[in-house]
Each structure stands twice: as C-alpha cells, then as structure tokens.
C-alpha cells in the first residue's frame, strides 16, 4: 500500500507545526482530523481551493490569529464540518448525533472491553 | 481508526474504572466525522489508516528518545525517571493534557519489558507519537500477552530464554514506556547523538535501541 502524498495540504499548515515538510501533531484526534482532510480531498469531494477558503474563513471567524499555536487543528476541525456540511456530505445534526452516541459508548462499555458504536450509530436508549 | 471500533486495552489486573472514559469533544467529533464518512462510503477506513501511517512517527516519538537519552547519560535522571516518571518526563516539557499517569520499565541484562496497550487512550502519545497500526492489530493485543516471546521473534527480536520477559498492559490512568538498554560501544558518546539510536520500537519493547552506525527506521 503506497500512503497518498498530501503535499498541498501540508503546505496550509503553518511552518511552526511542522517538521521540514511533514506535519507534526500534538495530539493523535488532530492526525486524524488531517488525515481525513487529505483522503477526502483525495477522493474528490471537495478541491484544493475549497478547502483552503473554508480553512480561512474559519480562522478568520475567529478573529485571533492563533496560527501556529494550539487552536489551529480546531480551527481545521471547525473548516472541516462545515465543508462536509457544505458538500452535503452530512448534516449538522448527524455529526452532533454521532458524536454523542461515540460519547455514549465510551460511558456504556466497560472498562478493558473494545469500545463498539451500535449499527445504527445513534445513542443508547 | 476509519474503523466501526476503538479498542480499550485488555486487562490482565483489573483496577478501578466501572466504564471507558470518553475522549475530549475534539476527539469525538473527529470520531463521528470518520463514522459517517466511511460509513456512507466517501473514504475508505484503509485510505484513512495509510495517511495516518504515513505520519505515524510524527507526533513526538523522538520526544521519548530525548528522555531516554538523558537518562543514559544523566544518572540522577535515570533516578528521577523510574522514581517519579511524570515529572521526569514534564521536565522536557512533555505533558499529557489528559492527565495519564507515566510509569517507566527498563530493560536489564535479566529482564525485557514489552508494552500493549491500544488506539486513542492507552498509548503514551507524547513521548511515543501515534501508535503504529501492528500496535492496534487485535493479533498483537492478544498475543503479545500470551506468547510474547514469538511476537517478539516476528519482529526480529531473539531473546535468550533465560532473559525474563515482562508484558506490561496499559490502564486508562497509566502508560507504560520501556527504558532499553543502553547499546555497546556507545561509551563516551554525547545524549545528542545517543537519541538518533533510540526507535520507537526500542520504547514499546518490540525492538531494542540501534547500535552505533546502524541507520536509525523505527
């Protein structure tokens, strides 16, 4: 299995989260934030320039120029959803729906058991 | 990862939580995200694990080899390291934001440690980076508990059989790291240098450090 080159969108990322070329992450959530950026991207779902506005935007929006700093993959994380929710991917509802019952899951599965989201992906009754 | 599961780590001695505790909003949004993407068919879980893969070893990992490094050259350090390990590593300024607490095994002449623990909570990502796919393989998880020493020996490590091995099982509360040996021959040589022949392996117990000239992977 060849990993795909995600060389564009390395280059969003501010020189200070990065290690030469590659991106370096504080955390492992902000990895697969990029990485599902980048396999989208890949797959076509959105373009290059679409996901450079919206990652724009969304900094702009938040008014400090955190760049660089710490809130930079939520700010990745915010342009994204809204991208998703744009391209008709999936709706608001269902991201705050599936994130609940991932929440719910951890709380339900005992410790030490894989932690499992029902077929249906919504929260436990 | 891009999969319907998130793996909790396997107890052997089982403490005290009655439930998994939730990762952070972030995480779980990111989480519900890959759901619904994979799930309806806009990526691929394996597409998602390649690029993941691919910067695997980007997220910190020499952070341990600093760490490792110091303690083979400082011997207050080494002290501090397996004494009160959270603070030792803190001094680098490598914190856990969640909180977890660090315990530090070192590899002797007797005795090899080998760590498991699995994706999201149970890895020591700020010393170690993201954990490696093989590290979240069920086929790992379960056999390194059972028979560590063919596991080992799939990645190339032969230990004598009158080295002891030890299999440490990370808890939500605790991460494990091994302390590997120090190599041969690298008597003299500064902690730089020393931290190019600490992989990643070396601190998950599947490896041992490189010797003095081996290219440094993994």
Redesign the interface.
Known sequence: MSAPEPAEISDLIPASLKDGAAPVFAEPWQAQAFALTVTLHQAGCFTWSEWANALGAEIARAGDADLGGARYYEFWLGALEKLVVAKGLASPTDIDVTAAAWRDAYLRTPHGQPVELNAAGTPAA | ?GT????????HS?D??????????????????????T??G???A???D??????ET???PRNGARVVARAWTDPAYRQRLLETPTAAIAEFGFIN?QGEHMRVVENTPQVHNVVVCTL?SC?P?PVLG?PPVWYKSSAYRSRVVIEPRAVLAEFGLLLPNDVEVRVWDS??ELRYMVLPERPIGTEGMPEDALTSLVTRDSMIGTGVAHAPGQASTR
């Open positions: 990862m319907e599961h998130d793996h909790h780590h396997d107890h089982h005290d939580h009655d439930h998994s505790e939730p990762p952070a909003d972030v995480a779980l949004r990111v989480k519900a995200l890959e759901t619904l993407l799930r309806r806009y990526v691929a394996e597409a998602l390649a690029v993941v893969d691919m910067f980007k997220v910190g934001r999201c890895y990502w993201l808890t939500a």
